[in-house]
């Protein structure tokens, strides 16, 4: 159905449909394998105990669970959030400055009405969240890429972006970063260049907007020290329930600078009231009462197998000019084919052979034909995440030859 362009505002027409959604929708078919979505691995959770608190949590605090909360977010929940972030490395993160969201992608959101005015500049990395873009759209903000490499954010490059945005006087509303195993390039931010960033946004006097949902998800060791530790009066730091404990919850947080506190919670509760009672209460429990650190680590030693059994498989069966760097943690594997290869197509090839990936060009602002594609594990187990890459060999293979002789 066409859509009545005269009701819709500006901004409703300028939001494009992200290829993700369109891929979701496709991807839902049982005969094909999805290596698009980034849905993590539910079966292993505590799901008797689980039952048995969420039957608790209605039969016994039904009226409190069911009922309207704080427009901050319950303070138990808010303390649990804390508790999270001292594993992410803030270890002193004060539940008065965290506000409870509806999952990560509202408080990406909030950041957007609080800090955005129509045609600021966000600075992101590119490839980014496909999300994140969308909100940036949508808040008719403009996305901004900033150079860089396998390891994530140029510091020398951003100080640079900065520089030239402030000579043609553009505002920035805030760098949109993903330091840690970032979707979709997992890439990771080496320590020393956290605190570049953070001093080159400061001189700036750029606020940073630090997501971190995959933090913990570290296959060997602990998880690097986010931004947000060392430099809290200038970073918004964003956790989620969603990769650790369960997406469908839809809870997620933001730690907030003292300073915007205030503006920040009061266009969250503009936007969404405060996040569902029920499910900050289940997630204060799965924090509090179960063994959440072991349902990560086991989930991250799972993530870890997949990981390897794709990437040995991309090894084996695709053409060796597809470039790709091992997973050290989190969900996607970022690969890159010869230029000129248009990985939107190649996705409808995959299709047809029976296998679904994520193109590129759904993670870039910049338009144009893009030559890397995302393949995501947690939720595929190793042989199906073989046969996936198998199905899809011959279309990226001959992609590849194609490439070679133009
Ligand atoms: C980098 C990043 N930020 C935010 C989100 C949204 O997460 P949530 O479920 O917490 O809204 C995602 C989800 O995939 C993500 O990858």
């Known amino acids: 159905m066409q859509p009545r362009r005269e009701l819709l505002s500006h901004r409703a027409l ?6 993700v959604r369109d891929v979701f929708d496709i991807a839902m078919g049982p005969r094909l394998i999805s290596l698009a979505g980034g849905n993590p691995w539910l079966a292993d959770l505590p799901l008797e105990e689980l039952s048995r ?6 039969a016994q605090q039904g009226t409190e669970s069911l009922q309207y909360g704080p427009g901050q977010g319950l303070l138990e929940m808010r303390q649990a959030a804390a508790a999270v972030m001292a594993v992410d490395g803030i270890p002193d993160a004060d539940p008065e400055l965290v506000v409870i969201t509806p999952g990560s992608q509202a408080a990406i959101d909030t950041a957007c009405r609080t800090f955005g005015n129509p045609g600021d500049v966000v600075v992101v990395e590119d490839p980014t969240f496909v999300g994140a873009l969308t909100t940036f759209n949508t808040w008719e903000l403009d996305a901004v890429a900033t150079p860089t490499d396998e390891q994530g954010l140029i510091p020398a490059s951003l100080e640079e972006t900065l520089t030239a945005l402030a000579a043609e006087g553009r505002r920035v509303a805030f760098l949109y970063t993903i330091p840690s195993f970032a979707n979709p390039s997992g890439a990771l931010l080496p320590a020393e260049r956290r605190d570049e960033v953070a001093a080159v946004c400061e001189r700036h006097g750029v606020l940073i907007v630090e997501d ?12 690097l020290t986010p931004i947000a530790a060392a430099h809290r009066e200038n970073t918004v730091y964003l956790g989620t329930m969603s990769k650790i404990f ?3 919850v839809r809870i997620g947080w933001a730690l907030v600078p003292s300073a915007l506190k205030r503006e920040y919670y009061l266009a969250a509760e503009s936007a969404f009231i405060h996040a569902s009672t029920y499910s900050q209460m289940l997630s204060t429990a799965f924090l509090t009462q179960l063994d959440w650190q072991g349902h990560v680590r086991e989930v991250t030693d799972l993530y870890r197998e997949r990981a390897a059994a794709l990437a040995g498989a991309v090894r084996e069966h695709w053409d060796p000019a597809v470039e790709f760097a091992d997973p050290k943690g989190g969900f996607f594997l970022w690969a890159t084919l010869p230029q000129g290869v248009d990985t939107l197509a190649l996705m ?3 299709i047809e052979a029976g296998a679904v990936f994520v193109p590129g060009a759904a993670f870039s602002p910049v338009e144009g034909v893009h030559s890397t594609l995302r ?4 939720f595929v187990d190793a042989e199906r995440l073989v ?3 198998q199905r899809l060999a011959p279309a990226v293979n001959e992609a590849v030859a194609e490439a070679r002789t133009r």
Not at 14 to 19: D, L
Not at 53 to 58: F, G
Not at 212 to 223: E, H, L, S, T, V
């Open 246 to 248: 369960s997406p469908g």
């Open 212 to 223: 971190n949902p995959y933090g913990q998800i570290a296959f060997d060791g602990a998880p």
């Open 375 to 378: 393949l995501a594990y947690p």
């Open 14 to 19: 300028g939001v494009t449909q992200s290829a």
């Open 387 to 389: 046969e996936g890459v």
């Open 348 to 350: 409808h090839r995959g």
């Open 53 to 58: 608190i969420a039957a608790d949590l209605v």
